[in-house]
T-cell receptor, first 112, second 111 residues
Framework: DGGITQSPKYLFRKEGQNVTLSCEQN?????MYWYRQDPGQGLRLIYY???????QKGDIAEGYSVSREKKESFPLTVTSAQKNPTAFYLC???????????FGQGTRLTVV | GQQLNQSPQSMFIQEGEDVSMNCTSS?????WLWYKQDPGEGPVLLIA?????ELTSNGRLTAQFGITRKDSFLNISASIPSDVGIYFC???????????FGGGTRLMVKP
């Protein structure tokens, strides 16, 4: 079945460590996105990518990095520079930048 | 930046009742999307609207793209317990390509 897969579902990280969240889609979508959601809050855009080897900062990119080496994959690295990394992270994709986005199941990151 | 105000923030209703929620923007949007998010899951796209005045249904859900292009409405008829969740509106304006999300409406349904 086509869809977006995020892994892992739950992730624990020690302070000072970098961690990478996986996002894979087999929908043949050009655009991919990473959002952060805090409890009781809406979604905030971290990074987005329109095509392979291209990505742009969103509203809250500081402390995060991404890569887009393949159309299907858009991993997000939460670096030690991110001061409040504990959150629910959502990956999404769309056919192109202007179309509706479809979301993965999310990764809940907890810093311990 | 673009602002999206979604209301109400939460609703607690009786099963069988109809539900209405809305989003308003400080600027003109050319796309409105409505999502539902269950606890611990990613949002699921319910309805997409691309033209002012457009009225689109998906089962018991009906959404409208306001003619001013600054608002959108979502109605749920005859609510059932599985309608429980958080409903998000999202819009995309002329000035940019990124979606702006509302703060969400938390719907609770009493059987």
């Amino acid at each position: 079945d086509g869809g977006i897969t995020q892994s892992p579902k739950y992730l624990f990280r020690k302070e000072g460590q970098n961690v990478t969240l996986s996002c894979e889609q087999n929908l043949n979508h050009d655009a991919m996105y990473w959002y952060r959601q805090d409890p009781g809050q809406g979604l905030r855009l971290i990074y987005y990518s329109q095509i392979v080897n291209d990505f742009q900062k969103g509203d809250i990119a500081e402390g995060y990095s991404v890569s887009r080496e393949k159309k299907e994959s858009f991993p997000l690295t939460v670096t030690s520079a991110q001061k409040n990394p504990t959150a629910f992270y959502l990956c999404a994709s769309s056919i192109y930048l202007q179309s509706g986005a479809f979301f993965g199941q999310g990764t809940r990151l907890t810093v311990v | 930046g673009q602002q999206l105000n979604q209301s109400p923030q939460s609703m607690f209703i009786q099963e069988g009742e109809d539900v209405s929620m809305n989003c308003t923007s400080s600027s003109i949007f050319n796309t409105w999307l409505w999502y539902k998010q269950d606890p611990g899951e990613g949002p699921v796209l319910l309805i997409a609207l691309y033209k002012a005045g457009e009225l689109t249904s998906n089962g018991r859900l009906t959404a409208q793209f306001g003619i001013t292009r600054k608002d959108s409405f979502l109605n749920i008829s005859a609510s059932i317990p599985s309608d429980v969740g958080i409903y998000f509106c999202a819009g995309r304006g002329d000035a940019g390509n990124m979606l702006t999300f509302g703060g969400g409406t938390r719907l609770m349904v009493k059987p």
